[in-house]
């Protein structure tokens, strides 16, 4: 079933995908299953089957990316293993390879700060169920680090499909429904670029009225030292407990010394902790 007719849209002319007749058409017998995917720390919303802007290189399109905006919340920073993008793809679209970028800064007319990008000629491309030309396009194996921003400021995140000459992809629009982290598909801070259609890094609201795009972020949050002190802990206390419940189980007192290394650690630890407390109240007169 193709996407869209040539009759009722050119690929080759329009970066908007005026779908709103032929995509409600497709949903009414089709139900989207898109949701964030496991290790998601940010991810802006499902398709709402409404719209969708060109995403794209190397396609009928030789370049066109969409870009929306994310807030890293763990004070440490993430530790981000893989991005992706939702988009809907042309009966003839082909994916070769996938472009990401993260930039900071983006405003109308300025492309701010790259942070980080690549291109990976084997990204994971998934048929996701809402329509048969749906896709999840992520790019996986990465090792990049984001710090938390300062307020006010936010990363942009971009991941284009790479076809061979032919297909069309839309990046999907979203209304931030089973969304993941902030912001959450609401707040209408996308860009939209392109050298084929000759415009660049201008708000997605100028093309059809489309605020925010079905895309995200998978990763580990860096821990705090709190909480390596607490996973030290109990560390501490299950080998305590092992090593107890082994010596009275064989019931030989021999096999205490094992545990005894572990008493004199701790209580060694915990002598230097006191003298450095004492020191402490010393200088400070307290």
């Known amino acids: 079933m193709p996407l869209v007719s040539a009759a009722a849209y050119s690929f080759t002319r329009r970066a908007t995908l005026a779908a709103l007749l032929v995509i409600t058409a497709l949903a009414l017998t089709t139900t989207a299953t898109a949701q964030a995917p496991p290790g998601s720390l940010w991810y802006n919303g499902d398709p709402n089957n409404i719209n969708g802007l060109a995403n794209e290189r190397n396609t009928a399109v030789t370049q066109a990316a969409v870009y929306d905006d994310l807030n890293v919340t763990s004070p440490l920073g993430w530790h981000v293993t893989a991005v992706f993008s939702v988009d809907l793809f042309s009966p003839d679209m082909t994916v070769t390879a996938a472009d990401w970028e993260i930039r900071t800064g983006i405003s109308e007319g300025n492309a701010g700060t790259l942070i980080a990008s690549g291109t990976t000629n084997s990204p994971v491309v998934t048929l996701i169920g809402h329509t048969q030309n749906e896709f999840m396009v992520e790019v996986t194996e990465l090792n990049v680090f984001l710090p938390m921003l300062p307020s006010g400021q936010h990363y942009w995140l971009n991941v284009t499909p790479v076809g061979d000459g032919t297909g069309s992809s839309f990046n999907t629009d979203t209304s931030g429904l089973n969304c993941v982290g902030s912001p959450c598909g609401n707040d209408d801070n996308a860009f939209f670029t392109s050298t084929y259609f000759g415009t660049y890094f201008t708000n997605t609201n100028n093309y059809d009225g489309q605020p925010d795009f079905s895309m995200g972020v998978i990763g580990t949050v860096v821990p705090e030292p709190a909480t390596w ?48 407390r004492v020191l402490l109240l010393d200088l400070t007169g307290n």
């Open 229 to 276: 002190a607490l996973l030290g802990g109990g560390l501490s206390a299950l080998l305590i407990a092992a090593c107890w419940r082994r010596s009275f189980q064989l019931k030989n007192p021999r096999t205490l010394q094992p545990c005894k290394g572990v008493f004199v650690a701790m209580r060694s630890r915990i002598c230097r902790s006191h003298q450095r």
